[in-house]
């Protein structure tokens, strides 16, 4: 996600370390630089001029130009200012105070419409809600039967009628379907089209009118770069957009998208979808993309992410074997599995602040070896699990031969565990006292 931006404005960064002093001559050519980097991430260029500008005119005081770390304070300013740009506040579903809150999902088709409404039913279910889809798309051949299968798959009810071409009724009908359900958040999926046209707005108009919706929310594939920034501005001049959902954002390297929308359109963006599978729609906070665009790190999406993967059991498990200093491979696969739902590891580490610009193996790569893992664990007894010490010569073979490795790919592994083993035992040791804190051994990631 925005790698190439990153890439280029901490390489400007990077430089402006390198002196012991800025003169406003260095500012400006940094800034030009910065520029350069926002144009070719696709920003648009109205944005790019007036946040360069606002950049400069701090840049240049006497504060930034007299301090002691004129680099950090720089770097300081255009965090502020790109928060500024993104949305400096967090926005939030607005429930209405009498339920059924009513949520519309409008934009083109292909910008993952209908998957993502089916996304935000799971994170509003999560929280307690009881949320319903409504199929408004009667055009699109299968999207009422896609609406259905992502809708059964997240656990939320979905009303349909295949009978019915008047989507204005079958909205309504969904209405009262969700109150005689006691369903308090109603979700409803509009029809998209290959481009705006008058038909799409008329007819989202007409639901708009009749359902009153506390949000309309406009999905946009971030991967269009300008083209979505406009087909922003033309939906905002029509309808009552209260604000965007990003879609194929983990995708994005370039990020134009993201950038410019708050400021061309004055809305704000809601949720960003991360991936293909139904859980992978996260709330957009403008302070933390800033600092992983800056490559500043996201530690509270991490911690996040950490929470909604471990669940109570596993992180019980985690919390007994450090007291006990038990540390086995039944656990260490347990916290595998666990790190595999956090997403990506490459994109774990960009979010660790300093960690970014880690050489990483390839995310295919990765994800391999952390299968092979798996494999040659499960293949091992029960005994052998939670006592790797009996894994003999024969035993390894048998192992290899089950999980379809080599001996080499068991041994490679019981190498890494024991590391982790050690690193484990040593936290154990500092938190019962017996060992002050000196050093840990490095985490082996990758090969």
């Known amino acids: 996600m925005f790698n190439s931006l990153s890439e280029k404005l901490q390489g400007v960064f990077t430089r402006l370390r390198g002196k012991g002093t800025l003169k406003e001559q260095d500012v400006t050519e940094a800034l030009r ?75 083109l088709q292909g910008s993952g419409k209908t998957t993502t409404c089916a996304k935000l039913a799971a994170m509003i279910r999560k929280q307690g809600r009881h949320p319903m889809l409504v199929a408004c798309d ?33 909205a309504q009908d969904g209405l009262r379907a969700a109150k005689e359900q006691h369903c308090d958040v109603v979700i409803i999926d509009t029809a998209g089209r290959l481009h705006v046209d008058e038909d799409m707005m008329a007819e989202v108009q007409r639901l708009q009118a009749a359902l009153q919706p506390s949000e309309e929310l406009l999905v946009l594939d971030a991967m269009t770069g300008q083209d979505a920034v406009n087909v922003a501005t033309q939906f905002t001049e029509r309808l009552n957009v209260t604000g965007f959902v990003l879609t194929k954002l983990d995708g994005d390297t370039r990020g134009g998208a993201a950038i ?121 007894t029960r005994d052998e699990r939670r006592d790797p010490s009996i894994l003999n010569g024969s035993r390894r073979r048998r192992i290899a031969r089950g999980s379809g490795t080599s001996v080499q790919d068991v041994n490679q592994l019981l190498k890494k565990f024991e590391q982790t083993r050690k690193m484990m035992s040593q936290v154990h040791q500092i938190s019962t006292g017996k060992k002050k804190m000196r050093g840990f051994p490095r985490m082996p990631f990758g090969r």
């Not at 002691?68 to 579903?93: F, Y």
């Not at 595998?336 to 880690?358: D, F, H, N, S, Y």
């Open 33 to 107: 630089e910065v520029r350069l980097a926002l144009l070719e991430a696709d920003v648009n260029f109205k944005v790019v001029k007036d946040l360069v500008a606002r950049i400069k005119e701090r840049c240049v005081g006497s504060e930034v130009l007299q301090s002691l770390t004129p680099a950090q304070h720089v770097v300081k300013i255009v965090n502020e200012e790109l928060c500024t740009v993104l949305g400096e506040d967090e926005s939030w579903i607005k429930y209405s105070s009498q339920p059924p809150t009513v949520i519309m999902m409008v934009g």
């Open 138 to 170: 009667v055009y699109r051949p299968a999207a009422i039967k896609q609406l259905q299968v992502v809708g059964e798959s997240v656990k939320v009810p979905v009303h349909a009628d295949l009978e019915q071409k008047d989507v204005v009724r079958i």
């Open 260 to 380: 410019s929308i708050r400021a061309v359109t004055g809305k704000p963006i809601k949720f960003m979808g991360m991936g293909e599978k139904l859980d992978a729609l996260e709330p957009f906070h403008p302070d933390r993309m800033a600092s992983r665009i800056l490559g500043m790190g996201d530690v509270l999406s991490i911690i996040e992410r950490a929470q909604m993967a471990f669940d109570e059991k596993s992180a019980l498990d985690m919390q007994k074997a450090l007291l006990s200093n038990r540390f086995d491979l039944e656990i260490y696969l347990n916290q595998m599995q666990t790190v595999r739902k956090m997403g990506p590891l490459e994109e774990i580490m960009k979010a660790i602040p300093g960690m970014g610009g880690m050489k990483l193996p390839p995310p295919e790569e990765s994800e391999r070896e952390m299968s092979r893992a798996q494999a040659i664990i499960q293949s091992m």
